[in-house]
């Protein structure tokens, strides 16, 4: 097991102090900070190397592209895609899931065809499909979850019939932290040739992830979630799938040919990267994947577990608190309840004490609605935290009820 206590000492940001409190930064979920390793590789592009990309033949340029390729490879080894080609790059995953809507979407889904979406989405993988149903006629499932915050299977396979053309589901749940059965709800899918797309940004930073062994079609994630920069992400697609779709945007460097009678697209990935992509951010994401796998994703996930065991424990000492999400196979999240205290209080005074936390409905109300909640605290842990900092947080809460009840 690598030491942990030594790798918390490349996330400067650790060291700063809230008032007079050191931070307890317990908000990954949201957005995980970042190392030296990946400021000092954002610095030496933008001192060194920075131009634009695949428009000139300097030096400046050539090197560039090298690297923002480098980097689209250091993804597609990330996820284990086949080929470099099927990795785009995005604005997150947010932009990814717009862009399959869009190019895959928008050509192929007709008037009464069906798309399957769970309970446990994030609207970013729910707004996107709604806008398609409305403008083409076509019609939301939706798979339901139990009272652990687990997805009923069985409901999920009843849904399918003739009409069943798209199915676009998480991977893990940013809200309860559930991890969901995805490779036997793509098996599944695939069984009545149904694409599958899965929003991977809660699954990514906390676990290894093949596209090939899950034989998902598409698979979209963030960089700021896993130790990177924000404003970059990217979306697996199959070849196949990626060549039948159409632009999402148009613009410079995702043509072949312009004319004022016509225009015929770049081959993939760059049919998708209309315009000045974002270089820096790009050589970032593939920095920051470099320094997760020198850590290990194992590792990772299994330090990230013994936190989760450990501050389920504690949570379950404090009268009052419901932990809501209590799936058997979850990443290192907490989203809790305590009686009579309204979750913006909660995350106000633990502030004040220095520990950040979510609060509200984090994107995922259809989840809060299930549990009959109008929000929930949310802890959210990454491999750099540590026991001491959830013995503060659950000071912290102890010390919240006192102050309210």
């Keep these: 097991m ?4 030594r790798i918390r000492t490349d996330f400067p940001i650790l060291d700063i102090k809230v008032g007079d409190k050191p931070l307890v930064y317990l908000d990954n979920a949201a957005s995980s900070q970042m190392p030296q390793q990946v400021i000092d590789r954002l610095v030496r592009y933008q001192t060194a190397q920075h131009a634009n990309i695949n428009r000139a033949v300097h030096y400046l340029s050539e ?8 980097a689209r490879r250091r993804v597609q080894q990330f996820v284990n895609a086949q080929e470099d080609r099927e990795i785009i790059f995005t604005s997150g995953t947010t932009d990814s899931i717009n862009l399959v809507m869009h190019g895959y979407g928008r050509k192929f889904i ?4 069906e798309i399957i979406l769970t309970t446990l989405e994030h609207h970013s993988n729910i707004v996107p499909w709604q806008m398609l149903a409305k403008e083409k006629g076509a019609v939301i ?20 019939n ?19 059965p995805v490779k036997q709800m793509i098996a599944y899918a695939h069984q009545h040739d149904v694409p599958v797309l899965i929003d991977g940004a809660q699954a990514t930073p906390h676990m290894t992830v093949d596209v090939q062994d899950l034989d998902c079609d598409f698979y979209v994630f963030s960089a700021h979630k896993l130790c990177g920069p924000t404003g970059i992400g990217m979306l697996y697609g199959k070849a196949a799938l990626l060549e039948a779709m159409q632009p999402y945007k148009g613009g410079g460097d995702m043509i072949a040919s312009v004319t004022f009678e016509e225009t015929t697209y770049a081959d993939i990935p760059h049919k998708f990267e209309a315009g000045t992509p974002p270089i820096a951010a790009a050589i970032g994401f593939g920095a920051a994947i470099d320094y997760l796998c020198s850590i290990g994703m194992d590792q990772i996930a299994a330090h990230e577990l013994d936190l989760l065991n450990y501050a389920t424990e504690q949570m379950h000492a404090i009268k009052g608190a419901s932990i809501i999400g209590t799936a058997a196979h979850k990443t290192a999240v907490i989203s809790f309840t305590l009686d009579g205290i309204h979750p913006h209080d909660i995350g106000t005074l633990l502030n004040e004490d ?13 989840v809060m609605h299930r549990f009959n909640v109008p929000a929930t605290s949310r802890a959210s ?25």
């Design 141 to 160: 499932r939706v798979v339901p979850i139990n009272d652990a915050g687990e997805l009923d299977i069985d409901a999920y396979e009843k849904l399918f």
């Design 110 to 113: 007709e008037a009464g065809d």
């Design 162 to 180: 003739e009409h069943t053309k798209f199915v676009s589901l998480i991977h893990v749940s940013n809200a309860l932290g559930t991890i969901n």
């Design 63 to 70: 090197v560039a592209t090298l690297e923002y390729e480098h």
């Design 354 to 366: 220095g520990v950040a936390i979510r609060t509200g409905h984090h994107c995922a109300q259809p």
């Design 2 to 5: 690598p030491d942990m206590d």
């Design 381 to 405: 842990f990454a491999f750099y935290n540590n026991k001491t900092e959830v013995d503060a947080l659950i000071a912290g809460i102890r010390m919240v009820q006192k102050v309210f009840l």
